[in-house]
Every structure is written in structure tokens, then in C-alpha cells.
Nanobody, 116 residues
Framework: VQLVESGGGLVHPGGSLRLSCVASGFQFSNVALSWVRQAPGKEIEWVAGITDEENTYYADSVQGRFIISRDNAKNTLALQMNSLKTEDTAKYYC???????????RGQGTQVTVSS
């Protein structure tokens, strides 16, 4: 399994970022996927998930601000993040196999820093 995340960066509060994850090594279209994040000194937090049928789920903390999507033709998972808050600062990871929790497989991650 190979997962390559990109799109992170430094953004002001209220700003937006779009994360992408290109996956290989498994049958992408048949697998549920999630985004998870980890802030310094904290445990991994599930953020959003999408099933193989494109049902989507969000943590309460990001509901209404983040949108998860997938492109099976390109083996790509995306996370559109709007109205970013300082508490969204973390390293974000693409995580396959589960849509409602972290299933212990992730990529190298991309850093998102929200700061004024």
C-alpha cells in the first residue's frame, strides 16, 4: 500500500486548503477511505470518511466546513477544508479501509498549519 498526501501548508484562520492523496497497491474503488489527523502531543483523530458507495461521514468538529471526495479513475482521495481554525492545525493523513475510524494504515502525511 502506498499513499502520498499533498496540499498542506500555512493558512490564516478562515482560509481554505485542498488536500489530495494518491493511492496505489490496493483496489482503490472497492475500499472505504478516511482522512485522519494528528496534532503535536495528541492522539490520532478521525476527521472524515467515505465509503466505496460515496457515503460520507464527518467528525463533529469539521462538519459543515470540510468535504471529502474520491476519484476512483485517478485513485485519488481529496479533502476540501474551508473556514479553517487554529485548532485544525495538525498533520493530515490518508487512511484506507475504514470510513468511520482510523484503521491503522496511513501515508506520510501533509502538514496543515492555521495561524495568523
Amino acid at each position: 500500500v502506498q499513499l502520498v498526501e499533498s496540499g498542506g501548508g500555512l493558512v490564516h484562520p478562515g482560509g481554505s486548503l485542498r488536500l489530495s492523496c494518491v493511492a496505489s497497491g490496493f483496489q482503490f474503488s472497492n475500499v472505504a477511505l478516511s482522512w485522519v489527523r494528528q496534532a503535536p502531543g495528541k492522539e490520532i483523530e478521525w476527521v472524515a470518511g467515505i465509503t466505496d458507495e460515496e457515503n460520507t461521514y464527518y467528525a463533529d468538529s469539521v462538519q459543515g466546513r470540510f468535504i471529502i471526495s474520491r476519484d476512483n479513475a485517478k485513485n485519488t482521495l481529496a479533502l476540501q477544508m474551508n473556514s479553517l481554525k487554529t485548532e485544525d492545525t495538525a498533520k493530515y493523513y490518508c487512511a484506507p479501509y475504514c470510513a468511520l475510524r482510523y484503521c491503522n494504515v496511513r501515508g506520510q502525511g501533509t502538514q496543515v498549519t492555521v495561524s495568523s
